[in-house]
């Protein structure tokens, strides 16, 4: 008999009645993207290519799960013995007072992407070394020797900006629509930032609102402007930054990916900046959610084809 597809995404009511959802599939769902909205994620075609390439019986798929579900739907995936699943808008955070064990440094990001199926649920963050692997690999160059503006100050904001952290980049902007939110992320970040180093007339961390006079200020004492807000992916979002703020001295990574450019990533190679979507970063944080997962190197160039 021909086995069926996975469907686009599956929901709270599929993993309640799981052997008629999944019933006549190829290979069992073991893994997944849990997130509203779901539809876009290219994690499902990296991660499949990954389980076929290491020989691995089983396949990720797509959840749409509300945020009121989440712990139904953990507790689910438990029991049907999944191996993991990812976190994307808007469970990362969420997700941490439901697992039971997290590692130190997810605990200090206060965010959740990858959990690990064990006899607890493990909370992980890839985000940030996803991120990290992302700038070397698209401008060759380290975070230690940058200064950097984030744009936002959610699950993905704080794993970048505690991760710039660690590297001791030279400078850090937080810039959030909700200025608290940045000023409660640069303070919990303060001790990372208080050694001697730099510079001139600017503070080495600082919060910033997201007003045009502060960001045309701040852009000319940054290198590297990185956009951790979904603005961007929706057709109908506008600008993340004014066309007038992007210089070519700038470094711009836009989170959000798209399978063309991002009208942001559009916007800053027009100004003449170096600029690159968040494909990369995709990658490298699936890649090291899989290692996670499975405890063995996971297959970039592998993923990298498949996206
Ligand atoms: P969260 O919901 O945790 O945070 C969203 C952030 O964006 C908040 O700081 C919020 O500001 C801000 N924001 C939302 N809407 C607007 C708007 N209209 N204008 C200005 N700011 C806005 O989401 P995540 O941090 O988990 O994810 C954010 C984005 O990062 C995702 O949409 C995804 O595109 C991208 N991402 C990409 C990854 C990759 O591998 N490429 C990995 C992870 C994320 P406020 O606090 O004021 O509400």
């Known amino acids: 008999m021909k086995k069926k597809a996975p469907k686009d995404f599956y929901n709270l009511t599929d993993l309640q009645d799981w052997d008629r959802a999944s019933a006549g599939l190829e290979y ?3 893994l997944g993207v849990f997130g509203d909205p779901v539809a876009h994620s290219l994690s ?5 290519a990954a389980l076929r390439h290491a020989g691995i019986d089983m396949q990720y798929a797509r959840f749409r799960i509300l945020p009121n579900e989440l712990k139904d739907a953990l ?4 029991e049907l013995d999944f191996v993991g699943v990812n976190l994307t ?3 990362k955070i969420a997700a941490l007072e439901i697992v039971e064990k997290v590692d130190d440094e997810t605990e200090s990001i206060g965010a959740i992407n990858t959990i690990a199926v064990r006899d607890d649920l493990v909370g992980h963050n890839t985000d940030g070394i996803g991120f990290v692997r992302a700038i070397r690999s698209e ?3 380290d975070l230690h020797d940058l200064r950097v503006m984030v744009l936002g100050a959610g699950g993905a904001a704080r794993a970048i900006a505690w991760q710039c952290a660690k590297a001791a980049c030279e400078r850090l902007v937080v810039v959030n629509r909700d200025v608290n939110k940045a000023k409660q992320l640069v303070a919990a970040l303060q001790p990372a930032f208080s050694g001697p180093r730099v510079l001139g007339p600017v503070a080495r961390l600082e919060a910033v609102p997201w007003e045009a006079g502060a960001l045309k200020f701040q852009v000319g004492h940054v290198d590297l402007i ?6 961007g992916l929706n057709p109908s979002d506008p600008p993340v930054l004014a066309g007038t703020l992007l210089a070519p001295h700038l470094l711009v990574y836009d989170t959000v990916y798209s399978r063309g450019r991002t009208p942001l990533v559009t916007a800053a190679m027009e100004a003449g900046a170096k600029a690159a979507s968040g494909l990369s970063m995709l990658l490298h944080q699936g890649a090291a959610s899989f290692e996670i997962w499975f405890q063995r190197e996971a297959p970039l160039d592998v993923m990298r084809a498949a996206l």
Not at 44 to 48: D, F, I, L, S, T
Request: without cysteine; proline residues 17%; aromatic residues 4%.
């Open 75 to 78: 507790k689910l995936v438990r």
């Open 44 to 48: 499902p075609q990296m991660q499949n």
């Open 89 to 91: 808008v808007p469970h």
């Open 28 to 30: 069992p769902i073991r």
């Open 226 to 231: 990185v956009n951790a807000t979904p603005l």
């Open 139 to 141: 401008f060759s160059i």
